[in-house]
């Protein structure tokens, strides 16, 4: 009787499903979760992991040519365009998950993953914005140009789920909210920076706070409501991050932090040279570069 019992079960084992995604994945599980990373020690399993200078770990590296726009969400899952504008999800120790591959091509300036339940992801030269499950499958997206004149230069999510929308043609902060499909919101900007050549390339709502990055002058910051509070003088980025109470950015070969509320600066720096943009989540940090992405075990 044993003996029949433990011939069934494992004729069971060989029928069982192979093609549900891992523990960590959100793919669903009748799709198989595409893999395009590389474990460390799948490269050399007898080789020492051993953490760099700041305590950090390789664990991890994703081949990905030029990457582009990058985000993360709530759960430290990454997303990044890579240089034919598909939008690649991956799990916060750099597993692929899911990508999403447009339609019709259109350059992707910029991706917002914060948001608990979509992501936003803003085409400008089609000036359009798409917003995807966390399955990376489409929701809905908005044509801008049917609502507004003008050229929207960086756009992003909000926690209620409307949108802000920086206008470059007329220098305002616009908010539009996609259900009604109307703009809500708008604050000029002409005054407030003067006769300085702006050139804005991101904007991010983070702590009841909005952060519109210039290169040139630095970052304005409005409250939720669209008012100016203040400008912080750090130049010369194309992008921040938040992590906690702080923003980060990179510069010179480091990781530069500026708590919100205390204003203290401090600086980690980084052994690996050529990174173009640093992502820091929860425990995994996620580096940039132009041959793909080098995922630490902060």
Known sequence: MLLTLLTNFYSLLTVAQTTVPAAGSVAPASKVAPVASTPLDAKNPGAAVVPDANGWTLVRTIALRQPGA??????????????????????????????????????????????????????????????????????????????????????????????????????????????????????????????????????????????????TSGVFVFDNLGNYRKKLPFTGLSTIGFRGDELYYLTEGKVSFFHLYTLAERTLPLAVAGVRQVLLGEQYAYLLTTAGILVYKM
């Open 70 to 215: 990058a985000s993360l969400d709530r759960r430290g899952n990454l997303y990044v365009a890579d240089e034919q504008d598909n939008i690649h999800q991956y799990g916060a120790d750099g597993q692929q998950l899911n990508v999403y591959s447009p339609p019709q091509p259109g350059h992707t300036a910029q991706i917002e993953a914060w948001n608990t339940s979509k992501i936003l992801v803003f085409y400008d030269d089609r000036q359009q914005v798409l917003l995807l499950d966390r399955f990376m499958a489409p929701i809905t997206q908005v044509r801008l140009t049917d609502f507004m004149d003008g050229q929207i230069r960086t756009a992003t999510l909000a926690p209620d789920d409307r949108l802000w929308l920086f206008n470059e043609s007329d220098l305002t902060l616009r908010q539009f909210d996609p259900t009604p499909q109307r703009l809500t919101l708008s604050t000029p900007l002409d005054l407030i920076i003067g006769r300085s050549k702006p050139d804005f390339s991101f904007l991010r709502q983070y702590q009841n706070n909005l952060y519109l990055l210039d290169r």
